[in-house]
């Protein structure tokens, strides 16, 4: 049903919409004070919204569009008040009519406030849209103030530090400091020499702790050069180091160990196992099965043929790549956490060895 048949329709009984104009206004003005007390309310523009929308005359959705959008960025559920103002239309709409058995009347005043909301919903979607749009300006510009003034640290590391560098490196979840020395800066990347260049691998990220900054700066490698024990890195701003807060060392097992997540109404998701620590272990799965943050669940796999079966709650799925991350903080016994624990023990050291040997 188009606009104009509905107008037509709706527009003889003009006054039972002339009669519930103040009932509007009273519930409008209601709902808008529980949302937001410190909003000033005027009466005489409730009373215009209304007239604009049940008057029958003239196409309201421009005039709807731009006071949504106002409404958007001062954070008021424009949407879900005028529904909720006109769901209570409706029904004293349908009282009025039982009468006369109109379901068509019914019809056309549900078609009309569905184009509105419509209209609120495109209003909505449009300022979340430019909001979205001035994060990703204001993240782009952050990002290279960030890169900028980390390279200039840098310059002045090579300066007056003589070089001096730790390089923070993630080598197959076991993390690495190596002391390495800044050897000049060119176009954005620093050239590092360090031990084990081997071990390093062309688009990996590390971070760079360096003398004059409580943030290490983070980088990607680009290249690597044998002959003169040098990586070179193309400079990217700053980072935090998120598992300098973690309490409990996690490696990457060797080769694929496959898990299986029980859950309580139990079914199961399989995967592989991305990392292990004692408190903690990450499942790559294909199909998550819509797995939930905050689910108990039972986690089964094995570490050098000894089967580790161990309680935990799920803490995160995230996507990675084309498949998913499942975060489970696990809830071990004594002999199953001795198992574990002697597990990282055991491959932190191999994978110590492993690095040093490039």
């Given amino acids: 049903m188009n606009l104009q048949e509905v107008f037509k329709i709706l527009s003889e009984d003009k006054v039972f919409f002339e009669k519930y104009e103040q009932r509007f206004v009273e519930e409008f003005q209601t709902l808008l004070v529980k949302e937001r007390e410190d909003m000033p309310i005027v009466n005489t523009l409730i009373v215009r919204l209304y007239r604009l929308l049940f008057s029958f005359t003239s196409d309201p959705t421009r005039e709807l569009y731009s006071l949504a959008s106002v409404l958007a960025k001062k954070e008021v559920?424009?949407?879900?008040?005028?529904?909720?103002?006109?769901?209570?239309?409706?029904?004293?709409?349908?009282?009025?009519?039982?009468?006369?058995?109109?379901?068509?009347?019914?019809?056309?005043?549900?078609?009309?406030?569905?184009?509105?909301?419509?209209?609120?919903?495109?209003?909505?979607?449009?300022?979340?849209?430019?909001?979205?749009?001035?994060?990703?300006?204001?993240?782009?510009?952050?990002?290279?103030?960030?890169?900028?003034?980390?390279?200039?640290?840098i310059s002045k590391v090579i300066?007056?530090?003589?070089?001096?560098?730790?390089?923070?490196?993630?080598?197959?979840?076991?993390?690495v400091d190596i002391a390495s020395r800044l050897i000049r800066m060119d176009q954005g990347k620093a050239v590092i020499r360090t031990d084990h260049v081997g071990s390093y691998k062309e688009g990996d990220n590390i971070c760079l702790k360096i003398p004059l900054s409580t943030r290490p700066v983070a980088g990607k490698i680009v290249s690597r050069d044998l002959n003169a024990s040098t990586i070179t890195v193309e400079i990217t701003g700053f980072e935090d180091l998120p598992e300098e807060r973690r309490r409990f060392v996690r490696v990457i097992p060797e080769g694929e160990v496959?898990?299986?997540?029980?859950?309580?109404?139990?079914?199961?998701?399989?995967?592989?196992?991305?990392?292990?620590?004692?408190?903690?272990?990450?499942?790559?799965?294909?199909?998550?099965?819509?797995?939930?943050s905050?689910?108990?669940?039972?986690?089964?796999?094995?570490?050098?043929?000894?089967?580790?079966?161990?309680?935990?709650?799920?803490?995160?799925?995230?996507?990675?790549?084309?498949?998913?991350?499942?975060?489970?903080?696990?809830?071990?016994?004594?002999?199953?956490?001795?198992?574990?624990?002697?597990?990282?023990?055991?491959?932190?050291?191999?994978?110590?060895?492993?690095?040093?040997?490039?």
């Fill in 258 to 292: 496959y898990a299986e997540v029980l859950r309580e109404n139990r079914q199961k998701v399989k995967g592989i196992v991305a990392d292990v620590s004692v408190r903690g272990v990450g499942v790559y799965a294909e199909d998550p099965s819509n797995i939930e």
């Fill in 77 to 153: 559920d424009f949407k879900r008040i005028l529904m909720s103002s006109c769901f209570s239309l409706i029904k004293a709409y349908v009282d009025y009519t039982k009468d006369q058995v109109n379901l068509l009347k019914v019809k056309a005043l549900i078609d009309l406030i569905s184009y509105f909301s419509t209209t609120v919903e495109k209003a909505y979607s449009s300022y979340v849209s430019s909001l979205k749009e001035r994060i990703r300006q204001i993240e782009g510009e952050t990002k290279v103030k960030d890169r900028e003034e980390a390279i200039n640290l």
């Fill in 159 to 175: 300066e007056k530090a003589q070089g001096k560098v730790v390089i923070h490196y993630k080598y197959k979840g076991l993390i």
């Fill in 294 to 358: 905050g689910e108990n669940v039972e986690v089964l796999f094995e570490l050098e043929g000894k089967p580790i079966k161990v309680k935990g709650v799920v803490r995160h799925v995230s996507p990675h790549g084309s498949i998913f991350r499942i975060g489970i903080e696990l809830e071990p016994d004594v002999k199953t956490e001795d198992t574990i624990s002697a597990y990282v023990v055991r491959r932190q050291i191999l994978l110590l060895k492993e690095f040093r040997e490039f």
